[in-house]
Nanobody, 125 residues
Framework: QVQLVESGGGSVQAGGSRRLSCAASTRTSSIYVMAWFRQAPGKEREFVTAIRGSGHDTWYADSVKGRFTASGDNAKNTVYLQMNSLKSEDTAVYYC??????????????????WGQGTQVTVSS
């Protein structure tokens, strides 16, 4: 059983930055892909970004492209989400997810094996 623990959430003003971390209980090098999803109140969970191989491959939702950056540190078994130029619509609970084996579509939450407990990010305008 892989455990994922997110941290770094909090409140930030619009235009500001925040960095989220996701620490895994196993070697991240053994995980096929790690991803970040988010869920705002009353909305479905949506894909934000995914990362493979400490950043060798990355995918981003159009809504965050150019503002958010995913990275990983296999030595620390941790992935990060650097969020810049935050907007009020980025307010959500952010979840880290891990998939052990190959998948074609990294944006589908139902394909992921493990999830963190989530961390709240609130952006005030």
């Amino acid at each position: 059983q892989v455990q994922l623990v997110e941290s770094g959430g909090g409140s930030v003003q619009a235009g500001g930055s925040r960095r989220l971390s996701c620490a895994a209980s196993t070697r991240t090098s053994s995980i096929y892909v790690m991803a970040w999803f988010r869920q705002a109140p009353g909305k479905e969970r949506e894909f934000v970004t995914a990362i493979r191989g400490s950043g060798h491959d990355t995918w981003y939702a159009d809504s965050v492209k150019g503002r958010f950056t995913a990275s990983g540190d296999n030595a620390k078994n941790t992935v990060y989400l650097q969020m810049n130029s935050l907007k009020s619509e980025d307010t959500a609970v952010y979840y880290c997810a891990g998939r052990l084996h190959f998948i074609v579509d990294v944006t589908r939450p139902d394909y992921y094996d493990y999830w963190g407990q989530g961390t709240q990010v609130t952006v005030s305008s």
